[in-house]
């Protein structure tokens, strides 16, 4: 019998095997990932690992002994470049070819390039990989010896505010560059956005809004610091890029497989199973367009719950489980010394009603509420630990919730 193959170095792939093993499959396993480790997440690479606090193990959901332990081939190094869905094989980097009864595709996701001159100096960073947060933390902790240290992150989503955290608690100055008017705001809505940027005004970083990148500068092939577009010049002797990313999606649409609108979030179309338009082809993680029974849309959610949730369904579901996904999406971001968990959908653009508040934000212990036509869409519980069953029960209910009672849920 041909193996079952799943395709990516991240946590998805790690989940899928574990599942796949714990589920009885005792077939031919390999996974194929272009990077050279066996599947690590990413979470660490902006938070503990980023500052130097954590060994890189940290990163390994399941240390490598696991794989040989289990019978799981790790095809690392090797990239996926073309899928062949009649004859149920791939094609790999170096031009072999790799048979499969069933795939998992859990490709993850690419950086978005700044398109600006400048961005391949040296000291120019993007964060996605081990090496580079590698990069990043030796940069940023030579730089902190040195004295020198000012830091410039452009893009002011979670991974650049995360690594302005790290890099703030390393004692360099920090200047964040956004697009837009609010820190976090296409996730959080300006409400939570201003608690955000007011977390970080705390300690000093330089939030600046509306603002777009016109040019890095450099001397000696090195960076030196920025210009904007409105004429003001930020030094700098580092730089981190974190404008989004995009997903691969490049194999599963030259293989045929079916695709989501980008109006609907983008990414491979899969049923309740994580099953693509081909049966014998499944996919996960950032890539996966994964259609929700709560909201009554599909989602795509790049995020580290997504990765974990979907890898487990998935290996269940190759298994033959008829079981629907049906998970909250859920993430969680640590920023010095404010951790905070989140669950829930809203598409902030689309608006809601209001964010109710229970708790305290001058004191960084609260829960934040969204809603959409009076029920709960989602919520957030900064430094308020073990409220997420509770929230997730009012968000699965349905109802309409006071803002009386959403105001006392923290007692």
Known sequence: MDPYVLVGGG?????????LRAGGYDGELVVVTAEPHHPYERPPLSK????????????????????????????????VVGLNL??????????GTLTFAK????????????DVPGADLAGVHYLRTIEDSDRISSTLLEASLEGVGRLVVIGDGWIGLEVAASARSLGLGV?????????????????????????????????LRNASVMRILGADGRVTGIDLTDGRHIGADVVVIGVGVAPNVGLAEAAGLDLRAASQGGGVVVDGTLATSHPDVFAGGDVASVPSPHYGRPLRV????????????????????????????????DQYDVGMEY???????????DVVISGDTGSHEFVAFWRVDGQVAAGMAVNVWEQMERVEELIRSRRKVSTADLEGFVG
């Open 11 to 19: 946590l998805t792939t790690a989940r899928a095997a574990e599942a």
């Open 48 to 79: 503990d690992y980023l500052r130097g606090e954590a060994e890189r193990d940290v990163a390994f959901p399941l240390d490598e002994a696991w794989y040989g332990e289990h019978a799981v081939t790790v095809r690392a190094n090797e990239a």
């Open 86 to 95: 009649a004859r149920h094989h791939l094609t790999l980097s170096d031009g």
């Open 103 to 114: 795939a998992l595709l859990a490709p993850g996701s690419t950086p978005r390039a700044l």
């Open 175 to 207: 200047t964040v560059v956004g697009r837009g008017s609010h820190p976090l705001g296409r996730a959080l809505g300006s409400e939570m956005s201003d608690f955000y940027a007011g977390i970080h005004a705390e300690h000093e970083v330089h939030l």
């Open 302 to 333: 790049e995020h580290w719950a997504i990765a974990q949730e979907t890898g487990a369904h998935a290996g269940r579901a190759m298994l033959g489980a008829p079981d629907q996904y049906d998970k909250l999406p859920y993430f969680y971001s």
């Open 343 to 353: 669950t829930g959908w809203v598409d902030v653009e689309a608006g809601y009603d």
